[in-house]
């Protein structure tokens, strides 16, 4: 069972415990990079015409840099991001929307100032072609947080697979 940890992150708190996690369990990990990166202007959401929220109210695309490689060699997708206005920022479904999902397991994972995970998986859902098993979806604080959510995932995975 091969793991790929793939990532989104602004300000590196999502990508602090994605790369703690993934340096724990062995697993691969992809970094979600805009194709044009987000300066600390870009992501300041208090101006309304910073590019976040033109982003947010245009439902823009935000290309992705780089591809995953081997994408067929994994079972389970760790992925992870921050939320933003309460759901997942738009590069990250334009990530999701990049690749075929048939078959796949699910972990979803966010960081947040405080909101919780919401509707964000049913929200991601059009975007995952092939309609994987999304297995878990929760805020998180910690790179532990994670190991638990992802070990209550494979549990569960694995039930569902006998
Ligand atoms: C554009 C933008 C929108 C955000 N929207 C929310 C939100 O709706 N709810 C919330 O709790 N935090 C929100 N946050 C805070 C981030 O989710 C939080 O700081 C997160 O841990 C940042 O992760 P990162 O360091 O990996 O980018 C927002 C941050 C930004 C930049």
Same mark, same amino acid.
């Given at each position: 069972? !091969? !793991?790929?940890? /793939? ?7 999502? /990508?602090?415990?994605? !790369? /703690? ?12 990079? =805009? ?43 760790? #992925? ?23 078959? !796949? ?22 975007? #995952?072609?092939?309609? =994987? ?12 947080? #994670?190991?638990? #959510? ?13």
């Amino acid at each position: 069972m !091969k !793991k790929l940890v /793939a990532y989104f992150s602004a300000e590196g708190t999502t /990508a602090g415990i994605a !790369k /703690a996690f993934a340096e724990d369990t062995g697993s691969d990990l992809f970094e979600i990079r =805009p194709e044009k990166p987000y300066s600390a202007q870009d992501i300041r959401w208090t101006n309304p015409l910073a590019r976040c929220n033109r982003e947010k109210f245009a439902g823009a695309e935000v290309p992705v840099a780089g591809t995953v490689e081997g994408w067929d060699r994994y079972d389970t997708v760790v #992925l992870g991001f921050p939320i933003w206005y309460y759901g997942a920022p738009n590069v990250v479904r334009t990530f999701c929307s990049g690749y075929d999902w048939t078959g !796949k397991n699910v972990v979803l994972f966010a960081t947040s100032g405080g909101s919780g995970i919401g509707k964000t998986a049913e929200k991601l859902k059009p975007y #995952l072609k092939g309609n =994987p098993k999304i297995l878990a979806a929760e805020v998180i604080r910690s790179a532990e947080e #994670l190991g638990r #959510l992802a070990r209550q995932a494979d549990a569960e995975g694995a039930g569902q697979g006998t």
